[in-house]
């Protein structure tokens, strides 16, 4: 069997599938997110290096099957720094840290933004590697000093494994990577201002790279040393693997921490009469296939922002079905901007200051209402994400929905509603570890019967009455946010953070 873990922002996951791609055992275990009240969001290296330990031992013995290979994914951006050892240098920034908005704004007005995305097709936001290194340069330049990679979750955990020090260039795509030839733009690393630090970039793999667990990484999953391991793609291409997107134009959806949207493409270009007034934002991103790449729209906003919801209503999530029931499109004319993270937004459009806000309340809102005024927000935002993604890669194919979002039949129901796409489901939410697992048996040369691999599914189809009120109610939104968009500007200084 192969043993693919997929390290989330906050839980980490393992699954173990044979050869036929059967699941014969999953494990799952939280890991500590650190997020302080000034923005930061960090994450402890050892807690999650014994979370993967606990979650391999768990399906290792309940496999009861040989284990022919590790493979690893999870979270992607945020500055993973550690030494030569693979030890943190300090803890690892989560890419939900808000420490190098000011960065980012900074760039936005000087045209840094502009120039990166000019070179390499990827907008910047707070919590990826560009602005999160300038950002410790200027506040500790010893975490800097100290470091000898600034790297990202999976390949911190090839390391400790493996003691290799790598980097999938799904991972690397996002903000330097050429996406074409798979090298840094060493010009978009001169253009951040940071040619000084470029000898923390570790170089990008092969496609097929293969590593092998070395006697630190056996001791703590309990597997032989020489365990094969693969080390990626990250957890957005990852579930495109596991999806099965394969032609140009098939889409995936994951409605988890993040809302992704992503678009598999042949090509790497935006049209040229739009690519002039584009405004930076999304990323393209290397896949596991040389030649084939994800145009990638990953929102902020996503289950997150509903989750703070229904803990603020005393609700959770196995409430929602019944708050849902009875409230009809629209929400009762209640209607949402769920931009609840504390950096803003990153797609499709980059905003530091932007923020969640509610219309439309009255004292005969009801809490379904509320709750159904933010999932309709959040749907909008994909349906955003998808038409700036089809200025570079045009989502005409199959279209998969996946993530703890997807298993909700009423919320299933709106984003086909809204996007006014029949939606694929599978059964298994997680499509991560199956796409690791996949990539996993491609590197190990086995021939895959793609049909056995694909999970079983079902259909969401859009409803026949809703097309016209979504379209509406769509339209509201986008005019919602321009307006949002020019408020935040101009009130910027009421979002300042209070003294310490």
């Known amino acids: 069997m192969i043993i693919a873990v997929d390290v989330g922002t906050s839980m980490t996951k393992a699954d173990a599938y044979d050869d036929e791609g059967r699941k014969l055992a999953a494990a799952e275990q939280p890991s500590r997110l650190e997020q302080y009240p000034d923005g930061r969001v960090e994450q402890d290296l050892e807690d999650v290096v014994a979370s993967v330990a606990a979650v391999v031992q768990r399906v290792r013995q309940d496999g009861g099957e040989p284990v022919r290979a590790l493979a690893l994914t999870g979270q992607g951006d945020g500055l993973w720094l550690r030494d030569r ?20 704004r900074g760039w936005q007005d000087d045209g840094t933004v502009a120039e990166v995305y000019r070179r390499t097709g990827s907008g910047l936001f707070p919590g990826c590697h560009a602005p999160l290194l300038v950002a410790l340069g200027r506040d500790e330049p010893e975490s800097l000093e100290r470091a000898a990679v600034a790297g990202y979750c999976i390949d911190a955990l090839v390391q400790r494994l493996t003691g290799e020090i790598t980097v999938d260039p ?24 940071l040619s000084d630090r470029r000898g923390l970039l570790a170089e990008p793999a092969a496609p097929g790279t293969l590593f092998e667990l070395d006697r630190r990484g056996a001791e703590l999953t309990g597997l032989p040393v020489g365990t094969p391991v693969t080390g990626g793609p990250f957890d957005l291409p990852a579930a495109a693997v596991g999806a099965g ?12 921490t993040t809302l992704a949207c992503e678009v598999f ?13 584009v405004e930076p934002a999304g990323m393209w991103v290397c896949t596991p296939e040389p030649g ?3 145009r990638a729209m990953p929102a902020m906003v996503g289950t997150a922002g509903l989750d703070w919801l229904l803990d603020f209503l005393r609700a959770d999530i196995g409430d929602l079905e019944g708050l849902l029931e009875g409230t009809v499109p629209g929400a009762g004319g209640v209607s949402a901007l769920p931009f609840l ?73 709106i984003f086909a509603d809204v996007l006014e ?78 003294p310490q």
């Open 85 to 104: 050892d693979g030890r943190a240098v300090r803890p690892p920034i989560s890419w939900l840290d808000d420490r190098a908005g000011d960065v980012v």
């Open 170 to 193: 799904s991972d690397a795509s996002l903000p330097f990577l050429d996406v074409v030839s798979r090298t840094y733009d060493e010009d978009a690393i001169a253009a951040c201002g």
């Open 341 to 413: 993270s504390a950096s803003g937004e990153r797609a499709p459009f980059v905003d530091t200051r932007a923020r969640g806000q509610l219309e439309g309340v009255t004292l005969a809102t009801t809490r379904g209402e509320v709750v159904r005024a933010v999932c309709e927000g959040i749907a909008y935002t994909a349906k955003n994400c998808f038409e700036r993604a089809a200025s570079s890669a045009e989502p005409a194919g199959r279209f998969v929905a996946c993530g703890g979002g997807s298993r909700s039949g009423p919320w299933a129901q």
């Open 292 to 294: 084939r790449w994800l």
């Open 265 to 277: 493409t042949d090509e790497v270009r935006e049209k040229p009469s739009t690519s002039s007034a």
């Open 245 to 256: 997107l394969s032609q140009p134009g098939d889409a995936l959806l994951i409605i988890g």
């Open 421 to 498: 796409r029949p939606l694929i489901v599978p059964d298994d939410p997680g499509l991560g570890t199956r796409g690791a697992a996949i990539t996993a048996k491609h590197a190990l040369g086995d021939d895959l019967d793609p049909a056995a691999w694909a999970a079983p599914s079902r259909t969401v189809e859009p409803g026949p009455e809703s097309g016209r009120w979504y379209a509406e109610g769509y339209a509201r939104y986008r005019a919602h946010v321009d307006v949002a968009r020019e408020f935040w500007a101009r009130q910027a200084q009421g979002f300042a953070r209070p």
